[in-house]
C-alpha cells in the first residue's frame, strides 16, 4: 500500500494518505495543496521478522533440530 506522511505547509497538519498514481493531496483540515510528503515509511516498518528471535531454527551443520554438541 503506497501510504505517505504528509505535512500542510499552510496550517501545519500531520496527515497520513493512500496515494494512488498522479492524485493531488490536499490537506483534511484546510484543503489546501501546499503540503510537503514527508520521507517516511510509516505503515511498512516496525513489523517484527517472523524468524526474529526464533531459538527452534534447524541447525546448519547438522541434520538436528536442536543441536547443543556442535555449537
Ligand atoms: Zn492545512
Given amino acids: 500500500?503506497?501510504?505517505f506522511e504528509f505535512k500542510c505547509t499552510k496550517?501545519?497538519?500531520?496527515?497520513?494518505?493512500?496515494?494512488?498514481?498522479n492524485q493531488t493531496v490536499r490537506?483534511?483540515?484546510?484543503d489546501s495543496s501546499e503540503i510537503k510528503k514527508k520521507?517516511?515509511?510509516?505503515?511498512?516498518?516496525?513489523v517484527e521478522k517472523p524468524f526474529?528471535?526464533?531459538s527452534s531454527a534447524s541447525c546448519t551443520s547438522c541434520s538436528k533440530s536442536t543441536c547443543s554438541s556442535c555449537h
Avoid: R, V, Y
Fill in 39 to 46: 520521507m517516511s515509511t510509516f505503515g511498512m516498518s516496525g
Fill in 11 to 21: 496550517c501545519g497538519e500531520d496527515f497520513e494518505k493512500l496515494i494512488f498514481g
Fill in 27 to 30: 490537506c483534511p483540515k484546510c
Fill in 1 to 3: 500500500m503506497p501510504i
Fill in 52 to 54: 526474529a528471535g526464533t
